[in-house]
């Protein structure tokens, strides 16, 4: 008898385990190594964030709040909604989960039985395939071209839907390449949604604030109301106010689904950390300068990243319009050998190389499906980032 | 129109527990005078130097992505606890950390069971393990035990309930919703049996262990039969012990492949665990253990006088728990009765629901927990509180007619 379940058996390891398996030997060897593999911002959750926490655990706010989370934090999640995405949710509409993570998680368990269809343009965060995968579904990927900002095309997305598809999860920034949408695009996405009246829509909005160059992100719902009792609109506070070790994720979402949904976490988890859910509510409503303060270094870093890799021999790198990562093309690079004599075959044996040659830690496409890339989080000290960007340099013009 | 949703999700419902915590959260709102018998967390406050080490973390920038399968300082304070507590020795791979005991059960029954699986589960039982195997696809199959046996399970009963499709078997001691605690012997002679069935899981799910009463000595399976320890996993957690039920931190003891199993699982559910969390848990793991002994006084002062009301309610009778902070009184001798409001009362979800929209006490009835007629009532309640609940439960039962 097998140990593990068919459902644990279906995920593929971790693409990534070669990769931080040498990177923590070598860093456990006392190497100089640079990672710029993380997704979770360098800075430091904001004060009064954490003073918020403290002081509701000296409340004694360490007691079962309801599954879905506290009145106080859904209702501050209806006000951030409708301050930072012009949407409208009452609190019952809200649910708060361990990370936007558990969202995803609770979202596909509620709904896909054996066979159902998610469509998932890639290059995407590869957790969302697994999750479709481990609860049944079929993930169906469509690939986004870099000529196209890594972007869905609508008819693209027609092509793939089918009277099997039940969700389609948009990710917008998108992790890994950036990628955010303009109001016109959105328009012509939900247009084709609007024509499918059978499929949810979740958009994962986490990324959201961090848009730059004066890029205005479009949400599905701020687009086409019209599919808001079919839309999750996915959010949380790892990304904007520097919290990921706090793991509070929420969602939008018409009543049905969000009652499903706190049914299934009711029997995983049941409420996320009660003291993290207080530190989100002062994140969400107290002061939010920390926002923009963060948003700006990161554009300033985006850019530097941006122009040091287009300098480099072998690399191409699109300007993308938001998140933290770049995700430029090393193809130009495949086929040629390192100065210490490794061939470079694919999109990991660069990542490989470039550590162990260089010691810069990135992560390479295949993890993201989307292989002849690699993505670059540049969530790390703007220093560390030009000392990185000098090493990838140096290593591209070695190859030969 | 609406999409869909899964079948899954069809076989699971909220628990009995939370809709009754609702209702009497609505008459409390509505103005009535309301005593919760219901909860199934401490009224005590988190330990101090939980707090404090929570603070401490926030502070010092702890904010980051923890590993998933829990922090080095909390795994290494859980190796520790194991080892004081129960004699169990565990490596740091041996050890998985998760929201919540819940979480480690959960994931132990995602990442193993498949459609037609069975799950043993001695009932009366906490309602999570059947719904969770359900969720999976797979079968529980109940083993009573009746009070009589003093709600324990007896090892032939479970030997009887064992097919070759049997995947976990599930003890949980002291038990939600009974408070029955096996001893090492009763636990010796399940081992005994469960060394016929090789390929049967044990999960040992010891949540409430350290609220015992009497000087009863607490024991579980895998460090009472080391033979087994290479298929059982040992679920705990600080949420009752140090009145942290909030924080979600639980946390489990089991070999080495299973541990990585699930937190393949957890991986992809929720990854890692608050940072502050798993700070206050390591701290109340580690620091001083005096809190504890005032709880469990507190919890056993309770324990006897609701044993003794409760019996001396007409037509209710009431088993003494070893432990937890249940009881589990048979209202048998309420049912075929009205109410002075006029109900009749046919079985224990009437009594319960007469109870609370007559004398405004909320508690759970025994079919929640697969076995009728009873009530559970959570001694987890101020002595007041619990005092008041109780005077009331009497006046109800001497109304009946």
Known sequence: ????????????????????????????????????????????????????????????????????GTQALRKAVTVKFARDEGIDYKPEEIIISTGAKQVLFNAMVATLNAGDEVVIPSPCWVSYPDIVTLA?????????????????????????????????????????????????????????????????????????????????????????????????????????????????????????????????????TSNPNSIAQAAAVEALTGQQETVESMRKVFEERRDLVVDALNSCPGIHCSRPDGAFYVYPSIQGCIGKTTKAGTPIKDDEAFALALLAEEGVATVHGAAFCYPGYIRISYANATEELREAMTRIQRFCQGLH | MSPGFSQRLGRVELAASVRMTIKARELKAAGKSVVTLTTGEPNF????????????????????YPPQDGTKALKEAIRRKFKRDSGLVYALDEIAVSNGGKQCLFNAIMATVDDGDEVVIPVPSWIAYAQMTQLCGGTPVLVNCPQNNGFKPRA????????????????????????????????????????????????????????????FQHATLAAVAPDLKDRTLTVSGVSKTYAMTGWRVGFAGGPKPLIKAMTVMQGQATAGISTVGQAAAAAALDGPQDGVQVQI????????????????????????????????????????????????????????????????????????????????????TADDELLDGLKRIQVFCEGLH
């Open chain 1, 1 to 68: 008898m097998s140990l593990t379940s068919e459902r644990l058996d279906r995920i593929q390891p971790s693409l990534t385990i070669a990769i931080s398996t040498v990177a923590r030997k070598m860093i456990a060897d006392g190497k100089n190594v640079i990672s710029l593999s993380q997704g979770e911002p360098d800075f430091d959750t904001p004060r009064n964030v954490k003073d918020a926490a403290i002081a509701a655990m000296e409340r004694g706010e360490t007691k079962y709040t309801d599954v879905a």
């Open chain 1, 136 to 268: 049944d579904g079929k993930p169906v990927l469509v690939p986004c071209g870099q000529n196209n900002g890594f972007k869905l095309r609508p008819e693209d997305l027609e092509a793939a839907i089918t009277p099997k598809t039940r969700w389609f999860m948009l990710n917008n920034p998108c992790n890994p390449t950036g990628a955010a949408y303009s109001k016109e695009e959105m328009k012509a996405l939900t247009d084709v949604l609007m024509r499918h009246p059978h499929v949810w829509v979740l958009t994962d909005d986490i990324y959201d604030s961090l848009v730059y160059g004066g890029f205005k992100p479009a949400t599905v719902l701020s687009v086409e109301p019209k599919l808001k009792d079919r839309t999750l609109t996915v959010h949380g506070v790892s990304k904007a106010y520097a919290m990921t070790g706090w793991r509070i994720g929420f969602a939008g979402g018409p009543v049905a689904l969000i009652k499903a949904m706190d049914k299934l976490q009711s029997q995983s």
């Open chain 2, 297 to 380: 006084e507190a919890y056993q002062r309770r324990r006897d006088l609701a044993v003794k009301m409760l019996n001396e309610a007409k037509g209710i009778s009431c088993h003494k728990p070893e432990g937890a902070f249940y009881v589990f009184p048979n209202v048998a001798g309420c049912l075929g009765k009205t109410t002075t409001g006029g109900r009749l009362l046919r079985n224990d979800e009437d009594v319960c629901l007469a109870l609370l929209e007559e004398h405004y006490v909320a508690t759970v009835h025994g079919a929640a927990y697969h076995m009728s007629p009873y009530l559970r009532i959570s001694t987890a």
């Open chain 2, 156 to 215: 032939e009963d479970i030997d009887a309930a064992i097919t070759p499709k049997t995947k976990w078997l599930v003890l949980n001691n002291p038990n939600n919703p009974t408070g029955a605690c096996c001893s090492a012997e009763e636990i010796a002679a399940i081992a005994a049996v469960m060394r016929k069935h090789p390929h049967v899981w044990i999960l040992s799910d010891d949540m409430y262990e350290h609220l015992v009463f009497d000087g």
């Open chain 2, 45 to 64: 406050d988190s330990p101090l130097h939980a707090i404090e080490a929570a603070h401490q973390a926030a502070l010092r920038g702890d904010t980051k």
